[in-house]
C-alpha cells in the first residue's frame, strides 16, 4: 500500500509556482494576485482562506482577503464583485463558500468575471470544462488529477466510482474521469444518496473518489483488493486531546480499508493541501492569460 503524500505533492506544485513568480518578477512582469471574499466568522472557511491568503505569501503572490459580517447584504457583496471584476491588480478572485442563506450564492458566483473565476464554478467555466474549451478546474478535482498524474496511476480503461455528486467535487470529478487524456479514459459510476446499495458499486471499482463529508463511510467490506482510494472528506469531529477541540475526518474507514489499497489518501495530508496548490496554479494561469 502506497499513501499518496498530499502534502509533499502540494509542496511540490508550490516550488514550480513560485519559481515561475520568480522568473516573472525578474523580468519584470506583474506578480500574480488573488483576492478572497469570505463572509462571517465559520471556523472552517476561516481556517480555508486564512491558509490560501497564506500560500500567497509562500509562492511569492500578491493577496488580499476582504471580510464581511454575516449580515452583509447581497448588493454590497456585488458590489464588490463589480470592483473585483474590474481591478487591474487582482488576477484572480474567489468567494469562499458557504454564503448566509440572505444571499443568493449561485448569483454571487454568476457575478465573477469568468477570466478571474480562479475556483472554476461560474457556470461559463463548468461547460467550457464539459466541452473541453479551455477553463478553470475546480481545485479539488484539479488536485485529485494531480496525485494522480504525479504517482503515475493508471486511469485509462479503469472502473472509476465517485461517491458524491456536488458541484464543487462530485460531479466534476466524475466528468474529467470520463474525458479523454491522462488522468482519464475511465469507465465512470457516480453515486449520490440515491443510489441503492453502495457497496456493489464500490466492490467494483479500481478508483474510488470519495467526497460527501460523511466519516467512515466507505468500509473495509466496499473495497477491492489493490483498489486506489481518493478521501475528500474533512468532517471535523471533537477530539478533547486535542488544543484545537477537534480532529478531521475523512469518509473512508482508514484503519480497515488502508491495508487492501494499491494507493490511498490519509485524512488529513492527502486531498486537502492539493486544493491549495491547484488555486495558487489558476491563479498563476489567469496572471498569465492561458485559460482566456
Ligand atoms: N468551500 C469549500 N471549498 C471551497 C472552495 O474550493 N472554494 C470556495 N470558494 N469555497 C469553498
Same mark, same amino acid.
Given at each position: 500500500?502506497?499513501?499518496?503524500?498530499?502534502?509533499?505533492?502540494?509542496?511540490?506544485?508550490?516550488?514550480?509556482i513560485?519559481?515561475?513568480?520568480?522568473?516573472?518578477?525578474?523580468?519584470?512582469?506583474? %506578480?500574480?494576485?488573488?483576492?478572497?471574499?469570505?463572509?462571517?466568522?465559520?471556523?472552517? !472557511?476561516?481556517?480555508? %482562506?486564512t491558509?490560501?491568503?497564506?500560500?500567497?505569501?509562500?509562492?511569492?503572490?500578491?493577496? !488580499?482577503?476582504?471580510?464581511?459580517?454575516?449580515?452583509?447584504?447581497?448588493?454590497?457583496? /456585488?458590489?464588490?464583485?463589480?470592483?473585483?471584476?474590474?481591478s487591474?491588480?487582482?488576477?484572480?478572485? =474567489?468567494?469562499?463558500?458557504?454564503?448566509?442563506?440572505? =444571499?443568493?450564492a449561485?448569483?454571487?458566483?454568476?457575478?465573477?468575471?469568468?477570466?478571474?473565476?480562479?475556483? +472554476?464554478?461560474?457556470?461559463?467555466? %463548468?461547460?467550457?470544462?464539459?466541452?473541453?474549451?479551455? !477553463?478553470?478546474?475546480?481545485?479539488?478535482?484539479?488536485?485529485?488529477?494531480?496525485?494522480?498524474?504525479?504517482y503515475?496511476?493508471?486511469?485509462?480503461g479503469?472502473?472509476?466510482?465517485?461517491?458524491?455528486? !456536488?458541484?464543487? %467535487?462530485?460531479?466534476?470529478?466524475?466528468? /474529467?474521469?470520463?474525458?479523454?487524456?491522462?488522468? +482519464?479514459?475511465?469507465?465512470?459510476?457516480?453515486?449520490?444518496?440515491?443510489?441503492?446499495?453502495?457497496?456493489?458499486?464500490?466492490?467494483?471499482?479500481? =478508483?474510488?473518489?470519495?467526497?460527501?463529508?460523511?466519516?467512515?463511510? /466507505?468500509?473495509?467490506?466496499?473495497?477491492?483488493?489493490?483498489?486506489?482510494?481518493?478521501?475528500?472528506? *474533512?468532517?471535523?469531529?471533537?477530539?478533547?486531546?486535542?488544543?484545537? +477541540?477537534?480532529?478531521?475526518?475523512?469518509?473512508?474507514?482508514?484503519?480497515?480499508?488502508?491495508?487492501?489499497?494499491?494507493?490511498? *489518501?490519509?485524512?488529513? +495530508?492527502?486531498?486537502?493541501?492539493?486544493?491549495?496548490?491547484?488555486?495558487?496554479?489558476?491563479?498563476?494561469?489567469?496572471?498569465?492569460?492561458e485559460?482566456?
Amino acid at each position: 500500500m502506497i499513501l499518496l503524500d498530499g502534502k509533499r505533492t502540494s509542496e511540490a506544485i508550490q516550488q514550480e509556482i513560485a519559481a515561475e513568480v520568480d522568473a516573472i518578477r525578474e523580468n519584470g512582469g506583474k %506578480v500574480p494576485h488573488l483576492a478572497a471574499v469570505l463572509v462571517g466568522n465559520d471556523g472552517g !472557511s476561516v481556517t480555508y %482562506v486564512t491558509n490560501k491568503v497564506l500560500a500567497c505569501e509562500r509562492v511569492g503572490f500578491g493577496s !488580499s482577503l476582504i471580510r464581511y459580517n454575516d449580515d452583509v447584504t447581497e448588493d454590497e457583496l /456585488l458590489a464588490k464583485i463589480q470592483e473585483l471584476n474590474e481591478s487591474e491588480e487582482v488576477d484572480g478572485f =474567489i468567494v469562499q463558500l458557504p454564503l448566509p442563506r440572505h =444571499i443568493n450564492a449561485q448569483k454571487v458566483l454568476e457575478a465573477i468575471d469568468p477570466r478571474k473565476d480562479v475556483d +472554476g464554478f461560474h457556470p461559463i467555466n %463548468v461547460g467550457r470544462m464539459v466541452v473541453n474549451l479551455p !477553463s478553470y478546474l475546480p481545485a479539488t478535482p484539479y488536485g485529485i488529477l494531480q496525485l494522480l498524474e504525479r504517482y503515475n496511476i493508471e486511469t485509462a480503461g479503469k472502473h472509476c466510482v465517485v461517491i458524491g455528486r !456536488s458541484n464543487i %467535487v462530485g460531479t466534476p470529478m466524475s466528468i /474529467l474521469m470520463a474525458k479523454g487524456g491522462y488522468p +482519464g479514459n475511465a469507465t465512470v459510476t457516480l453515486c449520490h444518496r440515491n443510489t441503492i446499495d453502495l457497496g456493489y458499486h464500490t466492490r467494483q471499482a479500481d =478508483i474510488i473518489i470519495v467526497a460527501v463529508g460523511q466519516p467512515g463511510l /466507505l468500509t473495509a467490506d466496499m473495497v477491492k483488493e489493490g483498489a486506489v482510494v481518493i478521501d475528500v472528506g *474533512t468532517t471535523r469531529v471533537p477530539d478533547a486531546s486535542r488544543k484545537s +477541540g477537534y480532529r478531521l475526518r475523512g469518509d473512508v474507514d482508514f484503519g480497515n480499508v488502508a491495508p487492501k489499497c494499491s494507493f490511498i *489518501t490519509p485524512v488529513p +495530508g492527502g486531498v486537502g493541501p492539493l486544493t491549495i496548490a491547484m488555486l495558487l496554479k489558476n491563479t498563476l494561469k489567469a496572471a498569465k492569460r492561458e485559460v482566456y
